[in-house]
Structure formats: structure tokens, C-alpha cells
């Protein structure tokens, strides 16, 4: 296994990112958490048996964070049959294997909910019977997407208010089926350009409604869904995941002048919620280092901070974004209140990359290929570093 040329690693043993750390109602051993990371393991949206193995590998130090890949809340927020799904008694059962093996290492782990929208597959929706939704009848996200749609007699669909209130009801049924296959709580997933977003961003919002115009509508949405669910399963067992400074699935990101003040509101709502005593588990963001998933490290990195959150929320922040190249930058940010480094793609590539941060070690090369790919290869296979080591022998 090819491990990374030109890269210094350094022990982080003695940083923040090795103490404990309460989320929740849980006690964790670290501060490193598990991203969600999609990868298209799963045969019509059900789990697959290789899925308990890969995440058995990554909660396998006692005390772990996991968050699970995005997970479909319903069947008409999909279109990728290899995504997984929550919403019927099959996926439910695979998950609670999933989950158990989670326990069993005396980890923890949230399950991730997701809509697509305007990020979904047209004809994929056509053919079930489901409409290609946003939070607007226009723009589309892109010219490719406009000519699916339009192809398959598909258009993109502005949500109505009586769909909108349809959907919260489906990610709190979404919430309760994680719990009841076992998960300890839930994200949300209002980032990187998938629907909850598109409702936040200006781009895709052109809404004249109560969802749409001022900051304060185009939150409704994503607040919705977050009193929803904590109305039904409990405030410690929800956090959520935003992206201010992303570009990717068609968003404005920080090219909106205003992108600051939308998150600031979305963020002091949520504080005002934990200060009523329904503070959330954590709140979840991606950094400016990686505004566009499809890029490589260091490529299209955007200038600014996330450090707005501390001025504003008091509870637990989970930020992720190339922190495993850039270890002094995670041990510069672990230092902060409460806060947490999620780790992606190098922790699809280092099983143990907790043990590999905490002692400095080097890591294994991800092969970008294999992300997607239906097999254990690239998947599964990736050696720890003692089984390098042995490799080596």
C-alpha cells in the first residue's frame, strides 16, 4: 500500500484532539470523528454485509465518533440506488448490524439524513413516479441537469408549502427509524448543496413565499426540520451539518455577500434553541479548505474562517476539511471551545487513523478511483499501519 510522498506527520498525542470530550449524553475518548462519507456500497438502497466491516474498522477504538454516509429519509429524496435509505424495514434491520458492531467497540455513532433535490438523478425519479425537486421551478443546477429533466418529461419542481411540511414529517420518521435500528442520535444534513441548502441559498431560492426572499425565510426550512426532530427524539440526539463557504451542487457560497449573515442567523437560532434548554449534540462544518468536494486537496480553496461560530454557539463544533495534510492546523483548532476534527477522505484510506494521528505515523494513499466503486477493493482493504508494517517484514 503507497503511503503519502512529501508529507511530515506529527504526533498529536499531547494536543486537545486526545482528550475527552462530552457530545450528547455521550463520553468520548478523542475528538476525532468519522465524516460522513458516501460510497456506494449499498444494492437498492439497502445496506450491504461489507458495510458492518468497514464500519467496524473505523469505530474500532473504543470511545470513537461515527457519523454514517448520507441516508436517504424517504424513497422520493433519492435517485442513487447504491446510497442507502432509512425509511423501510429492510434498510432499518441492515443498519442495526451496522450499528451493533459500532456498539460492540464501544463506540458511537449519528446517522446522517439527506434529500437531494436538485442534485438527484431526473429520469431515476421519473421512473419510480417522483418529482425532480428544489427549493425553486428555476434556476436549475446546471445546464447537463435542466437538459436530464427536461428530456425525461421530468422539470424541476419548486417545492409547494403542503410538500415542504411532507418532508419534515419524513426526516423525523427518517430520525426515529435511525434510533429504532439502534443509531444514538441523528445529523442533518443541510450542507454541500443538497435541498435543505438549496432552501438557504440564494442562488437556488428564488421563492417569493415564507421560504424564500429574506434570510429569515430561507432559514424556515432547515429550522423546521431541526425542531421537528427535536421535538421527537430529544435535543442531545440531533446535530447538523452546514457548509458557509461551499461552491458545491451549484451553491453561492461566499460569492453571496450575505453568506455570513445567513449561516450567523442559522447558528443564533440554535443557540437560542440550547439556551431554552434544547441545546443540539453539536454543530457540524465544512471547511473553506475544501468549498467543492470534487476537488483534490489544496485545490480551489476559498479565504475566510468558520471561527464566526464561537462568537456565537456554545456547544459542541465539529469541523472537517483536510485536517489530516494540515495536522498543525487541526492541533491549532482543537484548542478551541468544545470543538471536534472530522476526518474523510484519508480516514477511508487509514482504518486506524486515530492511532496513526495520535502517534505521528505516516498514512496510506487514498486511490480516488475505488471511492465508488461496488466492491471490497478500496473499500475494506486498506491496511492499518502495524499490517504495513508487517507488509514491510
Known amino acids: 500500500m503507497p503511503l503519502i510522498q512529501d508529507f511530515k506527520p506529527i504526533p498529536l498525542k499531547d494536543t486537545d484532539l486526545f482528550k475527552p470530550i462530552k457530545l450528547g449524553n455521550h463520553q468520548l475518548n478523542h475528538r476525532v470523528a468519522l465524516a460522513p462519507l458516501t460510497r456506494m456500497r449499498n444494492v437498492k438502497?439497502?445496506?450491504?454485509?461489507?458495510?458492518?466491516?468497514?464500519?467496524?474498522?473505523?469505530?474500532?477504538?473504543?470511545?470513537?465518533?461515527?457519523i454514517t454516509e448520507a441516508t436517504f429519509i424517504s424513497a422520493k429524496a433519492g435517485g442513487y440506488e447504491t446510497a442507502p435509505g432509512i425509511f423501510n424495514e429492510e434498510q432499518i434491520s441492515q443498519w442495526s448490524k451496522i450499528f451493533k458492531k459500532i456498539h460492540e467497540n464501544k463506540s458511537v455513532v449519528f446517522?446522517?439524513?439527506?434529500?437531494?433535490?436538485w442534485q438527484s438523478i431526473p429520469s431515476a425519479l421519473a421512473a419510480d413516479g417522483f418529482k425532480y425537486v428544489s427549493a425553486s421551478d428555476e434556476p436549475y443546477m446546471d445546464e447537463a441537469s435542466e437538459k436530464a429533466a427536461k428530456e425525461c418529461n421530468n422539470p424541476q419542481h419548486g417545492l409547494t408549502i403542503p410538500e415542504i411540511k411532507e418532508y419534515v414529517k419524513d426526516f423525523v420518521q427518517a430520525a426515529k427509524n435511525s434510533l429504532k435500528a439502534g443509531a444514538d442520535g441523528v445529523e442533518i444534513h443541510s450542507a454541500n448543496g443538497y435541498l435543505l441548502n438549496q432552501f438557504l441559498d440564494s442562488r437556488s431560492n428564488r421563492r417569493t413565499d415564507e421560504y424564500g426572499g429574506s434570510i429569515e425565510n430561507r432559514a424556515r426550512f432547515t429550522l423546521e426540520v431541526v425542531d421537528a426532530i427535536v421535538d421527537a427524539i430529544g435535543a442531545e440526539k440531533v446535530g447538523i451539518r452546514l457548509s458557509p463557504y461551499g461552491v458545491f451542487g451549484g451553491m453561492n457560497g461566499s460569492n453571496d455577500p450575505e453568506f455570513l449573515a445567513v449561516y450567523a442567523h442559522v447558528i443564533a437560532q440554535l443557540?437560542?434553541?440550547?439556551?431554552?434548554?434544547?441545546?443540539?449534540?453539536?454543530?457540524?462544518?465544512?471547511?473553506?479548505r475544501v468549498a467543492n468536494l470534487l476537488n483534490p486537496e489544496g485545490v480551489g480553496e476559498v479565504d475566510g474562517s468558520n471561527d464566526?461560530?464561537?462568537?456565537?454557539?456554545?456547544?459542541?463544533?465539529?469541523?472537517?476539511?483536510?485536517?489530516?495534510?494540515?495536522?498543525?492546523?487541526?492541533?491549532?483548532?482543537v484548542k478551541k471551545p468544545n470543538t471536534m476534527i472530522a476526518y474523510g477522505r484519508l480516514f477511508i484510506a487509514n482504518p486506524d487513523l486515530p492511532y496513526r494521528l495520535r502517534e505521528g505515523l505516516p498514512l496510506n494513499?487514498?486511490?480516488?478511483?475505488?471511492?465508488?466503486?461496488?466492491?471490497?477493493?478500496?473499500y475494506t482493504d486498506y491496511p492499518t499501519y502495524e499490517e504495513t508494517k508487517q507488509e514491510k517484514l
Open 45 to 66: 438502497n439497502v445496506p450491504t454485509d461489507q458495510m458492518i466491516d468497514y464500519y467496524d474498522q473505523r469505530s474500532n477504538q473504543e470511545g470513537s465518533f461515527v
Open 111 to 117: 446517522q446522517q439524513l439527506w434529500q437531494l433535490g
Open 271 to 288: 443557540e437560542k434553541r440550547a439556551l431554552d434548554g434544547k441545546r443540539l449534540a453539536y454543530i457540524h462544518l465544512v471547511e473553506p
Open 308 to 333: 464566526f461560530i464561537y462568537n456565537i454557539w456554545k456547544g459542541v463544533v465539529i469541523r472537517a476539511g483536510n485536517y489530516a495534510l494540515n495536522p498543525e492546523i487541526a492541533a491549532k483548532d
Open 365 to 378: 494513499a487514498y486511490n480516488r478511483d475505488t471511492f465508488y466503486a461496488p466492491t471490497r477493493v478500496g
